[in-house]
């Protein structure tokens, strides 16, 4: 009988974690960019509100974001294991490496998986380093709404995105986030099973469709902010 583990650890096994998880981080960066709107706003009030509600819920925050952790990181490793059972199951590159043109949808994106996930893996640290564990209370980003002292993290947002060397790094890594999810989206419905004709052109063009949403909505952020929008 299989174990569990061999099963897991299989090569079709693999790509379900890796598909399941990826999707798991699609509705995650969805939820983000939906919170993060608040921002568009001309008072600061309404992001630092909901940052102190999600800070508010205590333990379940903390659950919640060690679940987080936890997918990335399975996500991390299962898409390095697919990776080098490709190189191992085809060593040498093929002589001539282009587009296969349709109905494969073999691109840029997919070929560059590895290397547009690592940039998203240092990216992320960054993030997190800057915004969750950057300046607060204590260092006078504080804000008080209906006397409810809170920690400013929209002054620490706008003074970031009004770094020009921040807003072109973020700049780039997201529209490497947009060619990571084109190919990724796709892929995982794919490693899924979800492979009948009238599905494939629907997903496609969803996936294709959410990346855009998900890109832009990304890239104006910093770009409003930084000529002037938001509170600052």
Known sequence: MISIRTMLW????KKIINALTGLMLVVFITVHLIGNLALLRSDSTPFNKYCHFLESTGILLYVVEIGLVAVF????????AVWFDKKRARPEPY???KDAGSPSKKTWSSKNMIITGLVLIVFTVIHVITFKYGPGVADGYMSN???VEMRDLYRVVAETFHNIYYVIAYLTV???LGLHLRHGFWSAFQSLGLQHPRLVPLIYSLGIII????AVGF???PIYIYFGGGAI
């Open 10 to 13: 299989s090569s079709v096994g």
């Open 73 to 80: 990181l399975f996500h991390i490793v299962m898409a390095i």
């Open 95 to 97: 002589i001539v490496n």
């Open 145 to 147: 709404i209906n006397g």
């Open 174 to 176: 997201i529209i490497l």
């Open 211 to 214: 990346t855009i949403a998900l």
């Open 219 to 221: 890239l104006f952020l």
